[in-house]
């Protein structure tokens, strides 16, 4: 008895499309170098993948205890920032990523360690499904890391441009970063200049890092779509 084909097209499911991602970032992996690794559940995939690499690089530099964490349970060795001069790439994922390959980030509460590793690597590559491509920053709401006492006082500062805000909870009380600080949840904001508007918030004093990743900005994109990963560079 001969059997039909089956035609049913298989539908990826978002992790699908993440693992896809992780797996296609390996190619970016410098043979001997520090890979610059990022934090999130796409960046968990790659994690996992870099594992099958290990042997081929000197180790990672990682941007949470989290990812640390994971990456030393996969026996790959993770240096201190401060022990490496700069990294050949940087790979991470995002909350949104635009055409021009800006991004916001931080819905994993570490955006300044994110920042500061992508700041000393030539190249960053951003890792996302196709939902978080978007045509302007916004929709997602900004995270922004704040000195506790400024709280308030930066509240008012983007309530004046007619934002909503909320201060990140974690089991009830705010939740604190791995650098000892809180997350502001920024809504309702049309990011059109993102270089202008980082550059405008990152003078507010009790800023540590505002989500927008425009003077860090993607040099590529691995998108995962339905029909396969496409590559975006700007
Ligand atoms: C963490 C981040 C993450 O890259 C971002 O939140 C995307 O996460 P995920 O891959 O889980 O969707 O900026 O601070």
């Known amino acids: 008895m001969t059997h039909a084909p089956n035609l049913t097209p298989t539908v990826l ?8 991602v992780g797996q296609a970032a390996l190619r970016y992996v410098v043979a001997g170098d520090i ?7 796409t960046v968990n995939k790659f994690i996992d993948a870099l594992a099958a690499m290990k042997d081929q690089i000197k180790g990672a ?3 949470s205890v989290a990812s640390t964490e994971r990456l030393q349970a996969l026996g790959i060795t993770v240096f201190d920032c401060n022990d490496v001069a700069e990294l050949s790439v940087y790979i991470d994922g995002a909350d949104e990523i635009d055409h021009q390959g800006y991004m916001i980030k931080g819905g994993g509460a570490a955006l300044t ?3 500061i ?8 590559v951003c890792i996302a499904d196709e939902s978080k491509l978007v045509q302007t920053l916004g929709t997602y709401p900004l995270p922004v890391e704040v000195i506790p006492m400024a709280v308030n006082r930066i509240t008012r500062q983007f309530e004046a441009m007619g934002a909503t805000v909320v201060l990140r909870q974690k089991d009830g009380v ?3 970063t791995d650098n000892g600080q809180y997350i502001l949840d920024v809504r309702g904001l049309h990011i059109a200049d993102p270089l202008g508007f980082e550059a405008q918030v990152n003078q507010w004093p009790g800023v540590v ?3 927008v990743f425009a003077f860090q900005k993607a040099q590529v994109c691995l998108l995962g779509t339905a029909s396969g990963v496409k590559t975006l560079t700007f």
């Open 13 to 20: 499911s978002q992790d699908d499309l993440k693992t896809l």
């Open 35 to 41: 890979v610059g690794v990022g934090t999130g559940s």
């Open 61 to 63: 530099v990682s941007s």
């Open 113 to 115: 360690r994110e920042k």
């Open 117 to 124: 590793v992508a700041a000393q690597s030539h190249q960053f």
């Open 174 to 176: 705010p939740l604190v």
């Open 209 to 211: 890092t505002v989500g």
